[in-house]
């Protein structure tokens, strides 16, 4: 396919799949990391070895400045954007609310919140002046669980994106731009803390957690001309969870 696909948090888990599965149908990708410019230049590589074109860039999607050079760049570089995923996100400290504290908070909705808006925002704005795109935020099944005891913060900051999500999709229909978002459930990632698949993997329906290939494939389904129809929905990936 033609296009340039920029994926924050591109340089590991979720990201990262989603990276490497847009490749293989064609796009091009930003890859964007805010830290890890190792592990970006690796997924850059392993585009570049099955023929595709990618580049990684780094910023912070919680800075809006960062923001807009991240979009700006990347379009010097490969392109005019196309389609936009949002998987960068943290977890955030794990335990009660009570024992949250307020820089952790912030850090939190920052990231995960601020930074999905402005990254849409910035894509809205190009997208719009060229004739449409796509937008792809990774939320979780966290929204409807509530994640009680270990990550309320958390849920409630993809509960924030799921919302955001369905009234950023009505906003910008008629210019020819979808939003969608998959909720992943507990997904072999990193951002899992040590023990916890394990833990869990007799509680699920599937009886074993989720790959982040799986959500990928999710993800550029719904970038792509098959869900030409699909907007403002929120796709489970979650086992059944």
Same mark, same amino acid.
């Given at each position: 396919?033609?296009?340039?696909?920029?994926?924050?948090?591109g340089s590991r888990?979720?990201?990262?799949?989603? !990276?490497?599965?847009?490749?293989?149908?064609?796009?091009?990708?930003?890859?964007? *990391?805010?830290?890890?410019? !190792?592990?970006?230049?690796?997924?850059?590589?392993?585009?570049?070895?099955?023929? &595709?074109? #990618?580049? +990684?860039? %780094?910023?912070?999607?919680?800075?809006?400045?960062?923001?807009?050079?991240? *979009?700006?760049?990347? #379009?010097?570089?490969?392109?005019?954007?196309?389609?936009?995923?949002?998987?960068? &996100?943290? !977890?955030?400290?794990?335990?009660?609310?009570?024992?949250?504290?307020? +820089?952790?908070?912030?850090?939190?909705?920052?990231?995960?919140?601020?930074?999905?808006?402005?990254?849409?925002?910035?894509?809205?704005?190009?997208? #719009?002046?060229?004739?449409?795109?796509?937008?792809?935020?990774?939320?979780?099944? %966290? !929204?409807?669980?509530?994640?009680?005891?270990?990550?309320?913060?958390?849920?409630?900051?993809?509960?924030?994106?799921?919302? *955001?999500?369905?009234?950023?999709?009505?906003?910008?229909?008629?210019?020819?731009?979808?939003?969608?978002?998959?909720?992943? &459930?507990?997904?072999?990632?990193?951002?899992?803390?040590?023990?916890?698949?394990?833990?869990?993997?007799?509680?699920?329906?599937?009886?074993?957690?989720?790959?982040?290939?799986?959500? +990928?494939?999710?993800?550029?389904?719904?970038?792509?001309?098959?869900?030409?129809y699909v907007s403002?929905?929120?796709?489970?990936?979650?086992?059944?969870?």
């Amino acid at each position: 396919m033609d296009g340039v696909i920029l994926v924050t948090g591109g340089s590991r888990g979720i990201g990262a799949a989603t !990276a490497l599965a847009a490749a293989h149908e064609g796009y091009g990708v930003a890859v964007v *990391f805010r830290q890890e410019e !190792a592990r970006a230049a690796a997924v850059v590589q392993e585009i570049a070895a099955i023929g &595709g074109k #990618a580049a +990684a860039i %780094a910023g912070d999607v919680a800075q809006e400045d960062d923001v807009r050079r991240i *979009f700006e760049t990347a #379009a010097g570089r490969l392109g005019p954007v196309t389609g936009l995923v949002n998987a960068a &996100g943290i !977890a955030g400290p794990f335990g009660t609310v009570a024992e949250l504290a307020a +820089a952790d908070i912030g850090r939190v909705l920052d990231i995960n919140v601020a930074g999905t808006v402005l990254c849409c925002r910035e894509a809205v704005r190009r997208m #719009a002046a060229s004739g449409g795109g796509s937008i792809v935020n990774v939320s979780s099944v %966290a !929204a409807r669980l509530g994640a009680p005891g270990s990550g309320v913060l958390y849920a409630a900051s993809k509960g924030a994106i799921d919302s *955001f999500t369905i009234g950023l999709a009505q906003e910008v229909a008629a210019q020819g731009i979808r939003v969608n978002a998959v909720r992943p &459930g507990l997904i072999d990632t990193e951002m899992q803390p040590p023990g916890r698949v394990e833990q869990m993997r007799d509680r699920l329906p599937m009886k074993r957690a989720g790959q982040a290939e799986e959500v +990928a494939a999710a993800i550029v389904w719904l970038l792509g001309e098959h869900a030409s129809y699909v907007s403002g929905a929120i796709m489970d990936v979650s086992g059944a969870r």
